[in-house]
């Protein structure tokens, strides 16, 4: 029987302590936080490595104890850690108070100064991390850290394109870290690397100016085909291979939709929408993109990808905490309509 070669798949970002109210508190009545380390690619990682691909999370964490319980922590979940750089002061840390009903949730961060925002770009090894690998992806939580890391990306493009890599990028863009001026600067400029990109219609509009009416924007998870043109036209401008956007309607923060729309350069196809009761939000974006990852690394069709990366992002939506624990089994019966939601004897 003929064997193929595990695929491989490197990450790079921030890594986190993330600090959960317990029970939906409120952070003015919480008295003590569910503690557990995570980080946008690190989430994504953790994701691929459940289904079979080889995951390396590229960061740096200091070199202590709680460096050390992060390590330790994504190891549990088969994430590759061998590249990690130690060192510096501190890890940044998330604090997460998870919403109810028409209560939203909220994250406050605490991540100045941290070892990775303060990493030399000259710590990262790239020429002996990349070669004979297959993937690169990043977020746009990672450039916004500062001048530092955009040098560390694009001394990482340089090593990824000369070996041939793909290169991903979810566009994440959080107006907590940086600014929209900011990111308009610096965003367009690193694109042009990219090979995928994960954004949502509200990247679009903000960070590359595309005009969506109001009007439209919201009415599209019902009909999504005015978007075909938008991500047509983003593919042309980057040379994209792919573009994806997930669409959200948020009946109130435990009831929402999602669906997945993608562009392979030819046509938009697009998921089939789910309604989704939320234990915890944080973290599915991570889910769709490494699920879209899995299906464009392992050769599926535009419809095959698209239909993995959003059911993994709806069960992700099921689970506390940031990784999307599931197997590929269970994302393949949802994809597929088998025993949904009924008790597994």
Not at 141 to 170: E, M, Q, W
């Amino acid at each position: 029987m003929e064997t193929t070669q595990k695929k491989t798949v490197v990450t790079f970002g921030e890594l986190l302590l993330r600090l959960t109210t317990k029970h939906h508190e409120r952070f003015v009545q919480a008295e003590d936080f569910d503690a557990r380390y995570t980080g946008a690619e690190a989430n994504v990682a953790v994701s691929l490595a459940h289904w079979g691909i080889e995951a390396f999370a590229i960061s740096k964490v200091p070199d202590h104890e709680i460096g050390q319980a992060c390590i330790n922590y994504l190891r549990r979940f088969g994430v590759n850690t061998d590249f990690i750089v130690r060192g510096g002061k501190r890890l940044g840390i998330v604090f997460a108070e998870i919403g109810a009903s028409q209560r939203p949730s909220q994250l406050i961060y605490d991540r100045a100064h941290s070892c990775f925002q303060e990493a030399d770009p000259a710590e990262f090894h790239w020429e002996e991390i990349l070669p004979g690998k297959d993937w690169f992806h990043f977020s746009g939580t990672a450039p916004a850290r500062g001048k530092n890391i955009v040098h560390t990306l694009k001394d990482a493009f340089s090593v990824a394109k000369k070996n041939g890599l793909t290169i991903s990028c979810d566009m994440n863009y959080r107006s907590k870290l940086w600014t929209i001026e900011e990111a308009r600067r610096v965003m367009p400029e690193l694109m042009e690397f990219v090979d995928v990109a994960i954004m949502g219609v509200e990247d679009a509009i903000q960070i590359f100016g595309i005009p969506i009416p109001e009007a439209v924007r919201s009415n599209l998870i019902q009909d999504p085909r005015p978007l075909a043109e938008t991500l047509a036209n983003l593919s042309k401008r980057f040379r994209f291979s792919h573009v994806a956007m997930t669409l959200r309607k948020e009946a109130s923060a435990s009831v929402n939709q999602i669906l997945g729309l993608l562009y392979d350069g030819r046509e938009m196809v697009r998921s089939r929408l789910y309604d989704i009761v939320v234990v915890d939000r944080i973290g599915g974006g991570d889910a769709f993109t490494a699920g879209l990852i899995h299906g464009l690394l392992m050769g599926e069709t535009s419809e095959r990808a698209i239909e993995f990366a959003a059911a993994a992002s709806c069960l992700k939506h099921t689970i506390p905490g940031d990784f999307n624990l599931v197997s590929m089994d269970e994302v393949r019966h949802l994809v597929e309509g088998k025993e949904f939601g009924r008790i597994q004897r």
